[in-house]
């Protein structure tokens, strides 16, 4: 039985819906109506291109909604720590030296690249220098191994010879 509204209570608010998330009050969020508009078109697209397989099962609905939800910001950081700066601009230079700079030696190349990679490089002692230059060749190093093992694919144990 649902009780009769009484003259006493507070008529309901005025304005946007409101939603309740965990104590907090938040204002729901109102389309524009250029993108409305936009996403009724596309979605009539969808239904006159591809109708009749929607129509055979309501998972692709379901489905193009999530596909459509992936592509659209803000996309989820990637998995693992974030890149250092230093070694990602490092490797990018260090790519476009090796096809600007064909017969250069490796050393030289990387002193070119020590100055541009290494924040506060020209301000350091040599010692700092030194470590500093360390590192990032390290660092570039284990980067670059890292890549590489992520891109080999395994052999199966099944497709190796043994021999008698």
């Known amino acids: 039985m649902i009780p009769a509204r009484s003259k006493d209570l507070a008529p309901a608010p005025a304005g946007p819906p409101q939603i309740q998330d965990c104590g907090a009050t938040r204002t729901r969020a ?11 078109t596309f979605a009539r697209k969808l239904k006159r291109d591809h109708g009749a397989l929607f129509a055979t099962d309501p998972i692709y609905r379901e489905r193009a909604g999530q596909f459509l939800t992936a592509l659209l910001p803000p996309k989820p ?15 990018r230079l260090l790519r476009q030296f090796r096809r ?11 002193k070119r690249i020590y100055p541009q990679a290494i924040p506060g490089y020209g301000a350091m002692t040599d010692i700092e220098q030194n470590d ?8 570039v190093r284990w980067r670059q191994r890292a890549t590489k093992k992520q891109r080999l694919p395994t052999i199966p144990k099944a497709s190796v010879r043994e021999n008698p």
């Open 30 to 40: 109102e389309l524009p109506r250029a993108m409305r508009k936009e996403l009724a």
């Open 77 to 91: 950081r990637r998995r693992g720590r974030p890149g250092r700066p230093d070694v990602t601009t490092a490797i």
């Open 100 to 110: 600007q700079y064909t017969d250069e030696r490796p050393t030289q190349r990387w």
């Open 132 to 139: 500093a230059r360390q590192q990032l060749r390290e660092r």
